[in-house]
């Protein structure tokens, strides 16, 4: 019986042995694939003798490793624990981070999650930050003027300098769509504490940071232990509005059209196109709704 070294990865396997050919893929411009080399044995091999003139044989496995570390900022959050969800289901280590840390509801992949309990602006970064392959960041919300331009704004520029400062060589931004409102509307706090958060993003990531603008997210929100069912009006209406996109298209130029006119999004599909961001290192820059969608079709199973 052969005994197999199963590897997280794709690997390819140099072997004049059996001739086998193994799908290769590897990425060498990725600063971050550990390539190293494997021995492995195999004891007791059931195998042809005369190809390999012994019992055992050592063969080298060349492996592309990409370990991934992911920092959730306001993971406990509606979209934040959906986007752990994923990425536990992906295998990706995860570490959530929000004011109240873990979620006082239960689930498997709950347990999956490295907690840590902070403040964006008061966190040990040395607690989450170390190792991090990428950071998402879902903080934001609304309030005052002052809070929406701090919590949306600041919080996230703060996170991304130290995201920056430690190395960390992704950033994705959950932002949101700007609705063709008139630019009185969209100097509110919300707007402007996004775009300047946009803007850290991209300035200090111009060749790996991913800024999601999407419009209403509609999914299972968790509300003081009771669970907002929003899909139940989310998802028909996703459906009449791709049904009926060709007949709207004219209007979308009118100001603040989109308010009626953009689909909302699946909070699993604004997860899935996270995993995307942190798995495709061509994957950068800001994604409409549309765009969003497509990025998770490419890493749903
Ligand atoms: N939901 C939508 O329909 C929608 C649509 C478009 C865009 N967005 C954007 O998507 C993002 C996520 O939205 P959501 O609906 O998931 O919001 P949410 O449920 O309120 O989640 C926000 C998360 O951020 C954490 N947080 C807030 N302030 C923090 C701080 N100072 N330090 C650390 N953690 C902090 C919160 O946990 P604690 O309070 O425990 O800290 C929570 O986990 C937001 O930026 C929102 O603007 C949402």
Not at 59 to 77: H, M, T
Not at 97 to 124: A, E, H, K, L
Not at 210 to 224: A, E, Q, T
Request: charge should be neutral; include cysteine; aromatic fraction near 10%.
């Amino acid at each position: 019986m052969a005994s197999f070294l199963h590897l997280p990865a794709i690997f390819t396997l140099p072997s004049p042995l059996h001739g086998a050919s193994f799908p290769a893929r590897s990425r060498p411009n990725s600063l971050f694939h550990t390539r190293f080399s494997i021995k492995c044995r195999y004891a007791e091999a059931n195998v042809n003798k005369d190809a390999f003139n012994s019992v055992s044989a050592t063969i080298d496995v060349l492996a592309d490793v990409k370990p991934e570390r992911v920092v959730v900022l306001g993971g406990s959050g509606f979209v934040g624990s959906a986007i752990c969800k994923a990425a536990v289901s992906k295998g990706i280590e995860v570490i959530g981070v929000s004011r109240s840390g873990r979620p006082t509801y239960s689930g498997s992949w709950i347990d999956q999650v490295n907690w840590v309990p902070g403040d964006v602006f008061y966190v040990n970064w040395d607690d989450v930050l170390v190792g991090a392959t990428a950071v998402v960041s879902t903080i934001g919300g609304f309030g005052s003027e002052e809070q929406m331009q701090r919590i949306n704004g600041d919080a996230n520029v703060v996170a991304v300098n130290a995201a920056k400062d430690y190395g960390v060589p992704k950033f994705i931004l959950i932002s949101v769509h700007d609705y063709n409102l008139p630019q009185f509307l969209l100097s509110s706090g919300y707007f402007t504490g996004k775009r300047k958060a946009e803007s850290e993003v991209l300035s200090k990531y111009p060749n790996s940071g991913v800024v999601l603008r999407p419009g209403f997210i509609y999914g299972k929100r968790r509300v003081d232990g009771f669970e907002l069912p929003l899909d139940l009006i989310g998802e028909p209406v996703e459906r009449i509005m791709s049904a009926t996109e060709n007949f709207t298209k004219p209007l979308s130029s009118l100001p603040a059209s989109d308010l009626l006119l953009a689909p909302p999004v699946s909070v699993d599909d604004v997860a899935l196109a996270v995993i995307n961001g942190i798995r495709d290192d061509d994957f950068f820059g800001i994604f409409t709704i549309a765009q969003i969608k497509e990025a998770a079709d490419k890493v749903r199973v």
